[in-house]
């Protein structure tokens, strides 16, 4: 078994980015900017934008996150968007989720532009990416992406299980992975016999979001496995989707929680944000 070290990935990523930025910055006096707007104070939310705007100063980007009470109403939160849309200054624009209950997060997610939208939401965006043509990609799979990348995982032809069907990460990791020409399954808490079919999988791409989930018994002898959950044990301990110690011992390659997915998830948010800084150009 061999840890695919997201963390270390994810650093050696940001350097080489802050000095793409710096060479934008020197050949075409552009910085990437990031703009992010938190409606609401929810905690784990606070965490993820304070992340985000730690590493996009750290790549050399202008930041900005717009900070607005619970209060704020649908209509003035469109009009903020609708504003930033229209400024050159920003390339990237997201908005945090999860929104008070008040708002509307599918006219949310219609309301920014599909050019600046690097969380890759947008159903322009997405629908770019199912018909093959990829230009925005939420940043979760296309971490994921990296990490098989840098580990040399092999995808062609190989037989890729991915169990869980959201928006953000299940369905677009199955599409990158069948661009990738791997053969691929869509799992979810409702499949007949899952850990028989898992067990059938060269690549095991867990996002169900129910802590230790998968166990030994759901992995093929010498799979690849990621982890994309975040959750806490039974003694408030930080854990994955996987139960990293039982299916240590059967895996080849396998992402830790912490330090794996999620460090490649904010890296190839930066990313996206640089690359939208690029088009701006022509």
């Excluded at 840890?3 to 930025?21: C, N, S, V």
């Excluded at 552009?30 to 929810?42: A, K, M, N, S, Y």
């Excluded at 499949?191 to 999988?201: D, K, V």
Aim: net charge negative; proline share 5%; glycine share 8%.
């Amino acid at each position: 078994m061999k840890i695919m070290d997201g963390k270390a990935l994810a650093t050696k990523l940001q350097a080489e980015l802050a000095e793409k930025t710096e060479k934008l910055r020197d050949e075409h006096g552009v910085t990437p900017g990031l703009l992010v707007i938190l409606v609401g104070e929810d905690s784990a939310s606070q965490v993820y934008v304070r992340n985000k705007e730690r590493s996009a100063l750290a790549a050399g980007f202008k930041s900005q996150v717009v900070r607005l009470p619970e209060t704020v109403t649908e209509v003035e939160l469109l009009e903020m968007i609708s504003t930033y849309n229209q400024d050159p200054t920003w390339h990237g624009i997201l908005v945090q989720l999860p929104l008070p209950k008040h708002i509307d997060e599918e006219k949310v997610l219609l309301a920014i532009d599909p050019g600046k939208d690097v969380d890759g939401f947008h159903p322009t965006n997405m629908g770019k990416l199912w018909s093959g043509h990829p230009v925005m990609v939420p940043s979760t799979p296309a971490g994921i992406m990296e990490l098989f990348k840098a580990y040399g995982v092999e995808l062609a032809g190989k037989r890729a299980l991915v169990i869980g069907r959201s928006n953000i990460v299940g369905k677009p990791m199955a599409q990158l992975l069948m661009d990738a020409n791997a053969t691929v399954t869509i799992g979810h808490s409702r499949t007949q016999y899952l850990p028989a079919l898992a067990r059938q999988a060269d690549i095991l791409v867990v996002a169900i979001g129910q802590a230790k989930f998968v166990t030994k018994d759901f992995v093929k002898e010498g799979a690849v496995v990621v982890d994309v959950g975040m959750n806490r044990d039974d003694n408030g301990k930080l854990c994955g989707d996987v139960d990293f110690d039982s299916v240590a011992g059967v895996a080849s390659l396998i992402t830790p929680v912490p330090g794996g997915v999620g460090p490649m998830t904010i890296t190839m948010l930066m990313e996206q944000t640089y690359q939208a800084a690029l088009r701006s150009i022509s």
